[in-house]
């Protein structure tokens, strides 16, 4: 590199361009064709100076592109000659860049520069911060602060949509002809959600208000639920259940019941009167009871209805107002479930189907008939119980054994899910109304649970809250009635105002932990009392029954809404009541844990469609009493459980 004098020693570089016309205007007169292609194209025409002998100095050759190409860059010999355009290479002097006025971009690069910078604030660099935290915070509100209001924003229209199928992503509802629709759309928005007494959130899976004026409920009218055509004879109920007696008016469900005594007609709108015996099978009385058995069915969860019962006032003395959740497998009055049972040595006749045998998944002796050993000697607590009564011969348990057990042999006719799981029919009472016993007037409900098999004495545990607690000890008790050779029950009695009222329970359980289970009842919106899975622990040791775990339900449940009379609740004192009787019921209403919903008659854990079709008869004919197939053999001692 060459060096220039006086403007320092920075020396020159090597730089190319393009050649233009120009140049070849500037080469000798002299030049011939044959030594264009040799000739020196000068340095760009105002080239800085060079210093010294260098000055001068080109590259004294180059060359054209071939003119045989089939692009030729020239055609010098054509009409109009052009000259080719090709890269000159030229020597650059750096110092004398330094003969020229500084720049901007010089001082800029310069660290030494003084007087640059004007001032030490920059509007241009506040305004790109301005700017860059501008975007930073749009862009956490578009994907933090937007999703978060969104979320709350909709919570409401999400839990309707959570786990219900018939409600699309936008919260709307279609209302389709003829479609049915587990939940009513009429009931107000403020009743689809609440917290549990768990104090968790729960959301509507099911109701009904009955704001259609006119339903019927004859097999096949509606679809959620069925009223029965049959006698509750278990119990001695003096009444005749009639589908005719059901009907919704003015808001309600009203269940009716006549009296053949009354003579004239059109009392009331759902009254039938009159009526005779011999057209009422026989009896003098005539009521109805309405179920959702293999319709509407829910395992776990809460269910609350609000009613009002019969009587012209708290005087009246005999009515028996009752509203249940029963599992799948029993249908009230017919023959059969999965337990069988005896009322008497030999008799079969089965209240609700399932004979009060209840939830039980232990393969013990309280799968046996009777609750005794094989031999008939033991255990003492199932041969004499002081509990008992005279009509059983104080013996503790007149079952006759749980059919489907968890006891049953391979290839058994059992429900499933194996033969290894303990099928039973729990229930549970939202209320049994009646007049009280204890006092003069008023009302009370009995609020209840019924297990089997039996622990010795019928006695439940009840000294700690994980076992039994009451919340409102101004109105409720424990029931005295603890239970008898047929049911075992837990329950508690609660005084009732007389107008309307609305009773509920909430109930859950683990099949897989089932002394996690509890239920907890409630009147008017206050929690009466509560029962958890340890008050139905195993009862072992000498002076027990030798039974297991009970279950708080894990099977599917129906709900049973009637109105009856018997002499075997209370006695009856006719003069203080009046017919027709009207049961109304304003709505049902079933909740269940928000992300843990089961509705449904059919669950896989706890099937039922098949074995019911198999066994139709038992399930559909209230006149079989008795269980006609194949009985499952139980695996502890080698026969078939009757």
Not at 249 to 260: E, H, P
Not at 534 to 552: E, F, H, K, N
């Amino acid at each position: 590199m060459a060096s220039h004098e006086g403007v320092g020693h920075r020396g020159s570089i090597l730089l190319y361009r393009l050649a233009s016309e120009d140049d070849a205007h500037t080469q000798p007169a002299s030049s011939s064709a044959s030594s264009r292609d040799s000739a020196q194209l000068l340095p760009p025409p105002n080239p800085k100076p060079l210093a010294g002998s260098q000055r001068n100095s080109t590259v004294s050759t180059y060359s054209f592109v071939n003119l045989d190409s089939k692009y030729p860059l020239s055609n010098r010999d054509g009409a109009f000659p052009t000259f080719p355009r090709i890269f000159v290479p030229y020597e650059y002097d750096l110092a004398m860049d330094e003969l020229d006025p500084l720049d901007e971009e010089d001082l800029m690069h310069d660290p030494t520069a003084k007087g640059y910078m004007k001032t030490s604030f920059s509007w241009r660099g506040a305004l790109n911060v301005v700017v860059l935290v501008s975007l930073i915070l749009g862009l956490l509100s578009l994907f933090f602060l937007y999703p978060v209001l969104t979320f709350f924003r909709n919570e409401a229209r999400n839990a309707r949509i959570n786990g219900n199928i018939h409600i699309n992503g936008t919260g709307q509802a279609p209302v389709l002809f003829q479609m049915p629709d587990l939940i009513d759309p009429t009931t107000p928005d403020e009743a689809r959600t609440r917290v549990g007494y768990d104090s968790l959130k729960y959301d509507l899976v099911f109701s009904d208000e009955f704001n259609t004026d006119g339903r019927t409920f004859y097999p096949g009218d509606d679809p959620f639920w069925e009223a029965v055509d049959l006698w509750y004879g278990v119990t001695g109920d003096i009444e005749w259940y009639d589908p005719s007696q059901v009907t919704t008016s003015n808001g309600s469900l009203v269940i009716t019941m006549d009296s053949a005594d009354t003579l004239q007609s059109g009392l009331t709108q759902g009254s039938t009167a009159p009526l005779t015996t011999a057209e009422n099978h026989g009896l003098s009385y005539r009521s109805g009871m309405l179920q959702s058995w293999n319709k509407v069915c829910f395992t776990g969860g809460y269910i609350e209805v609000s009613v009002v019962l019969p009587g012209a006032n708290a005087e009246a003395t005999g009515y028996l107002e009752k509203t249940t959740a029963y599992v799948k497998f029993s249908n009230s009055g017919q023959a059969h479930g999965p337990w069988g049972t005896s009322l008497g040595r030999g008799t079969l006749r089965q209240r609700m189907g399932c004979g009060h045998i209840r939830g039980y998944n232990s393969c013990d002796v309280g799968t046996f008939p009777n609750q005794t050993n094989k031999d008939g000697l033991g255990p003492a607590a199932a041969l004499h119980s002081d509990a008992s009564r005279a009509k059983y011969n104080y013996e503790l348990s007149w079952l006759s054994g749980q059919r489907a057990s968890a006891c049953s042999c391979p290839d058994s006719d059992h429900p499933g899910p194996s033969p290894s799981v303990g099928r039973g029919a729990p229930e549970i009472d939202i209320f049994e109304a009646e007049h009280s016993k204890d006092t003069p007037t008023g009302h009370v409900v009995s609020q209840s649970a019924q297990f089997a098999p039996f622990t010795a004495d019928y006695v439940y545990l009840n000294a700690t809250t994980d076992q039994w607690e009451i919340f409102s000890p101004n109105v409720t008790r424990p029931n005295n009635y603890r239970g008898s050779a047929v049911q075992q029950a837990v329950s508690g009695i609660v005084s009732l105002r007389d107008d309307m009222f609305q009773g509920s329970f909430e109930y859950n359980s683990d099949p897989n932990n089932p002394s996690d289970g509890y239920i907890i009842w409630q009147v008017d919106g206050v929690q009466s009392h509560r029962m958890g899975a340890a008050a139905v622990s195993p009862d072992q040791g000498p002076t027990g029954s030798g039974v297991g775990q009970r279950l708080i339900p894990v099977e599917p449940m129906s709900i049973v809404l009637n109105l009856g009379m018997s002499q075997n609740w209370q006695n009856i004192d006719f003069s203080t009541l009046t017919f027709p009787a009207e049961f109304l019921i304003d709505y049902v209403r079933v909740y269940q844990r928000r992300g843990a919903q089961n509705v449904g008659c059919n669950p896989k854990d706890y099937p039922t469609k098949e074995y019911i079709d198999n066994h139709s008869e038992a399930y559909t004919n209230a006149n079989t009493t008795t269980w006609n197939w194949e009985k499952p053999k139980n695996s502890r001692v080698g026969f078939f459980i009757f």
